[in-house]
């Protein structure tokens, strides 16, 4: 130990941050993290990396970090041994199964674990009790690009790679504040749209630095991308620029899906989403004029009512401009936390085993019950919001989150902790004392990334190991550990000598992951999934067809009706995302001094506009008021938005987090709230 005190290691890691996926070595001394250095042989980001994971890293030792497992005893937590928590925490879950039923409990899996311990999760759900109420906080953002894939071309994952991005001649991003949310891979277009002479043009509501950027920036209103997206895609096919080679060969129901646009006429769409006939013309013209078209989106399309019909009309268009199968092509729905993908991937969804392979599909089932020497039950679970809404009816009442702070990023705030109030046994398993983990009977502290192993999966399907480079602070252990030692507990040993173990076990179950194994990424080596049991992995999804019996695609028939607005009372809009400097609720880069130096807190952007109608300066402190509940912050005058538009960055866990504001409406297919739909009155408090 005294040794490695001394020593500078170099240690293979990849990002804990956002989706991008990557990967660099991190020099250590002791437990202070000196630098981080990105290789050129990192697939995803070559020499490149970000603000966040070049200096996000002063978290993993904060004095805030757990050290040991607390118990509840009365209203304070109570520092225990791990034996005493364990065996506290197994024998109230087998009590409450016992007397309640095995679906009266939920497990949700974090996005920042490993791949090997959403199959963990999923695993402890399914087998050791009982249950496919396991979900994960991809329900709060890209399920709804997931389902409007899967109906249309058969997958939910990205086409191809970021490099496929960097080649096509067009990119579209809609609802996605790629320089800030996924910086590294926002350069990459920024390189292809200066030096190739790509096509950049963007659809958002806010001009942020893309917008500025765009060959073409274009502000449709909240919530009706799908309007102009099909009314474009319409306009294509009248003008006969469709690609009929493509849909003859790759594509079905071509004539139904025609019908279906009827609606969507270029008056119909000017008229609701404010982009004018001549505008909407010379989109359709540019994207049936060009050979490459990849399509970015991320949480402006998908967290709304009709997230997942917008993310099918994305698909539905580059069905018809014969935009798959292609590098350079695709649908590139972007990810947001480093492993929001592989945690869904590997089965902590209430309807689908690892691999995206269906609950309710008796061969699959069997398949898993025999390995496992239980029967699982063939109903799909309960997702993350139908959980919470389970435990307000009596009918949820034990919940065990893992690395979510589900009391602050899922929506409505107060209804969610009302829930958290009223469970009978509540376990959170963290880092620190999220305001989530202030409600739990149980809080079991976990390792961040630099102090374990495992695997990452990243936005382009792409699947990377990263080694241990610190050890564990005080008691605190992997979450895959305390998982299986649970298991162990309820009577299932599992036996795994470490998360190379879990990844066989997966690969072995899951044809997705056939391929799969730590030998095969070693180093900078990594897979992009489907990998076939020779271990060839797919850089580019769709190469001979689509997943379907008949290999082809489905283009899907939708209509629309305006569902959101505001109103004579609440009568401005609350836009909401992310800050190039935090991530998420800000629980890891709020802990980082070089971080929070240069962003130290939330603020509110109003516009030159509304300022002046308000009478407010820069810096005045404002309310914002929607049904649901309010939010006060400092304000910050900017033509980044403009109008009725507000912008709240989502980094805050305070007094102006954005899901006080945000209410139970979800997307009709998928459960995702929607986030994006907020309608407030602002008061001012203080007008500097
Ligand atoms: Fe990490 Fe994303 Fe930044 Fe890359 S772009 S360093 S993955 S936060």
Excluded at 7 to 13: G, Y
Excluded at 89 to 101: L, M, P, V
Excluded at 438 to 453: C, R
Excluded at 565 to 581: A, F, I, K, P, S
Aim: hydrophobic fraction near 35%; charged fraction near 25%; charge should be negative.
């Amino acid at each position: 130990a005294a040794m490695r005190e001394e020593r500078i290691d170099k240690t293979k890691t990849v990002c804990t941050y956002c989706g991008v996926g990557c990967t660099f070595d991190v020099w250590t001394k002791g437990r202070k993290v000196l630098k981080v250095e990105p290789q050129p042989d990192s697939p995803a980001n070559g020499i490149s990396t970000c603000v966040k994971g070049k200096f996000g890293w002063d978290y993993v030792n904060s004095e805030e970090r757990l050290r040991k497992p607390l118990i509840r005893k009365g209203d304070a937590f109570v520092e225990v041994e791990w034996d005493e928590a364990l065996d506290y925490t197994a024998k109230r879950f087998a009590e409450i199964k016992e007397a309640k039923g095995a679906d009266s409990l939920g497990f949700i899996s974090s996005s920042k674990a490993t791949n090997e311990e959403s199959y963990s999760m999923q695993k402890f759900a399914r087998q050791v009790i009982g249950t496919n109420n396991v979900d994960n906080c991809s329900r709060y953002c890209q399920s709804p690009a997931t389902k409007g894939l899967f109906r249309t071309v058969g997958h939910g994952g990205d086409s191809g790679s970021i490099d496929d991005i960097a080649k096509a001649d067009m990119v579209i991003t809609i609802g996605s504040n790629t320089a800030e949310s996924h910086p590294v891979l926002a350069s990459r277009i920024k390189r292809s749209q200066k030096l190739l002479g790509q096509k950049l043009y963007v659809f958002d509501l806010r001009k942020h630095e893309m917008g500025q950027r765009a060959d073409r920036f274009f502000q449709p209103k909240s919530g009706t991308d799908l309007v102009w997206l099909s009314a474009v895609t319409k306009y294509i096919i009248d003008k006969g620029w469709e690609d009929r080679a493509f849909i003859d060969k790759w594509v079905n129901d071509f004539e139904q899906y025609k019908k279906s646009l009827n609606m969507f006429t270029l008056d119909y769409a000017e008229a609701l989403s404010g982009i004018s006939e001549d505008e909407l013309k010379h989109i359709a013209e540019q994207i049936a004029s060009v050979d490459k078209l990849a399509i970015c989106w991320a949480m402006g399309v998908t967290q709304h009512q009709l997230g997942s019909d917008t993310s099918t009309a994305i698909s539905n268009l580059l069905l018809i401009t014969g935009n798959y199968m292609r590098n350079g092509t695709g649908a590139y729905p972007l990810r947001g936390h480093n492993n929001v993908q592989g945690c869904s991937d590997f089965g902590s969804m209430p309807n689908f085993f690892p691999g995206y392979e269906k609950v309710a599909d008796d061969e699959v089932r069997k398949r898993y019950e025999d390995a496992w020497g239980v029967d699982i039950p063939g109903e799909p679970g309960k997702d993350n919001h139908e959980m919470i809404g389970a435990i307000h009816e009596g009918e949820l009442h034990a919940l065990y989150v893992l690395g979510e702070d589900t009391g602050i990023v899922d929506a409505n705030i107060n209804y969610v902790t009302a829930a958290f109030e009223q469970l009978e046994f509540f376990v959170v398993q963290d880092l620190f004392l999220t305001e989530t983990a202030k409600y739990a009977d149980v809080i079991l502290p976990a390792v961040p990334s630099l102090e374990k192993e495992g695997t990452f999966t990243n936005t382009e399907r792409r699947i990377q190991r990263l080694y241990q480079a610190l050890d564990p602070v005080g008691d605190s252990r992997p979450d895959w550990e305390i998982i299986m030692d649970l298991a162990a507990r309820l009577g299932f040993e599992w036996c795994y000598n470490g998360p190379s173990d879990i990844m066989d076990e997966s690969a072995s179950l899951a044809p997705l992951f056939a391929g799969v194994s730590y030998d095969r990424l070693t180093d900078y080596n990594s897979l992009q999934w489907p990998v076939a049991a020779d271990g060839t992995d797919s850089p580019l999804l769709f190469v001979d067809g689509f997943p379907f019996a008949d290999h082809k695609a489905k283009l899907y028939p939708l209509d629309y009706e305006h569902v959101y607005d505001t109103n004579d009372e609440y009568d401005l809009h609350v836009n909401n995302g992310r800050v190039l400097e935090h991530f998420h609720e800000g629980n890891m880069t709020y802990k980082s001094e070089a971080i929070t130096r240069k962003m130290p807190s939330a603020f509110i952007e109003v516009s030159p506009e509304l300022a002046s109608e308000r009478g407010i300066n820069e810096g005045a402190e404002v309310k914002l008021i929607s049904e649901a509940g309010d939010v006060t912050g400092p304000v910050h005058i900017t033509d980044r938005v403009s109008g009725r538009e507000l912008y709240l960055p989502l980094n805050d866990n305070g007094k102006t987090a954005v899901n006080y504001l945000t209410d139970n409406r979800v997307d009709k297919d998928s459960n995702t709230p929607a986030f994006k739909e907020i309608a407030v009155k602002m008061e001012v408090i203080k007008k500097k």
